[in-house]
């Protein structure tokens, strides 16, 4: 491309190119290229506006070795023969066992600590599997005894957020909760408005409409409970309480998931089961 063209306005086209083996071409053309295809505002820019191409699933294989692999499936009409491995970024190799926290707009969000056993770290990668690009982002306060993390794409400025909610084991030490925002790259606090102390979060999330939902166990009220977190406010929502009839139960374990922009409920409830050899079976209610 000519230099008598304005950076700013070969960025523009080059925000426009979808497909991942000519951006991954393009890197080489310059370091200003290179620059602008690895920053994580094209990483991110890319994933938003990738809305035309088929949906993918991504597969995480667990092997036992140093590292994990990952495979991407096509969700066409080929499903699911038409799949590839994405590249994985150095700082999702980072991860020795990741966990995949959610994906949004075509970014996928883990954490866990890191492999460095003299200098470990919390990290959050925020992955462009298409474009086989990454952010990492340190967690800070990693000793805090309990930590709960939250990833969303605001749905009015597209700007991936990750919400960090923590706390000591001593009941006097102040809960917290800070944002991180990919565009401004640091951690601000946020008002704490719910009973953060007496809560015990489950490890899923769901996100619906810019809106992190996590379903909790309040330890006081002994009640299961529904809290949200607006990513366009950066306020918590109201809780909501489970239904009656879903509120408890020996043995019963529940999860929530969504299915197209619907919150759901999964019920989960283990249940001796007889069979021919007398023995005992788990069965799902």
């Known amino acids: 491309?000519?230099?008598?063209?304005?950076?700013?306005?070969?960025?523009?086209?080059?925000k426009r190119i979808l497909p991942v083996k000519s951006l991954l071409r393009f890197r080489?053309?310059?370091?200003?290229w290179k620059s602008l295809i690895d920053s994580s505002e094209f990483i991110t820019h890319h994933a938003l506006n990738n809305k035309t191409q088929?949906?993918?699933?991504?597969?995480?294989?667990?092997?036992?070795?140093?590292e994990d692999k990952y495979v991407s499936i096509v969700d066409d009409d080929n499903f699911p023969h038409h799949k590839f491995s994405p590249v994985v970024p150095p700082t999702v190799k980072l991860h020795p066992l990741p966990f995949m926290l959610d994906c949004s707009h075509g970014l996928v969000c883990l954490h866990g600590w890191t492999r460095d056993r003299v200098n470990r770290k919390k990290l959050v990668v925020v992955w462009n599997p298409l474009i086989g690009k990454s952010v990492g982002i340190e967690i800070p306060d990693p000793d805090r005894a309990y930590i709960v993390i939250g990833f969303g794409v605001c749905p009015k400025t597209s700007d991936p957020k990750i919400i960090k909610l923590s706390r000591f084991f001593d009941s006097k030490a102040e809960a917290k909760a800070e944002v991180f925002r990919l565009s401004s790259g640091a951690w601000r606090s946020v008002p704490m408005n719910i009973p953060f102390k007496s809560l015990h979060f489950q490890n899923s999330q769901v996100v619906i409409d810019g809106v992190i939902h996590w379903l909790t166990y309040d330890k006081?009220?002994?009640?299961?409970?529904?809290?949200?977190?607006?990513?366009a406010s950066e306020k918590f929502g109201e809780a909501v309480d489970f239904p009656h009839n879903l509120a408890g139960g020996s043995g019963r374990k529940?999860?929530?998931?969504?299915?197209?922009?619907?919150l759901v409920v999964l019920s989960h409830h283990w249940e001796e089961w007889p069979t021919d050899s007398g023995s005992d079976e788990d069965r799902w209610i």
């Open 1 to 14: 491309m000519s230099d008598n063209i304005p950076f700013e306005l070969q960025a523009e086209i080059i």
């Open 28 to 32: 080489s053309v310059s370091k200003q």
């Open 54 to 66: 088929p949906q993918h699933l991504l597969v995480r294989y667990i092997t036992g070795g140093t």
């Open 220 to 231: 006081i009220t002994y009640k299961l409970r529904l809290y949200s977190f607006d990513l």
């Open 254 to 262: 529940y999860g929530i998931s969504k299915i197209n922009d619907s």
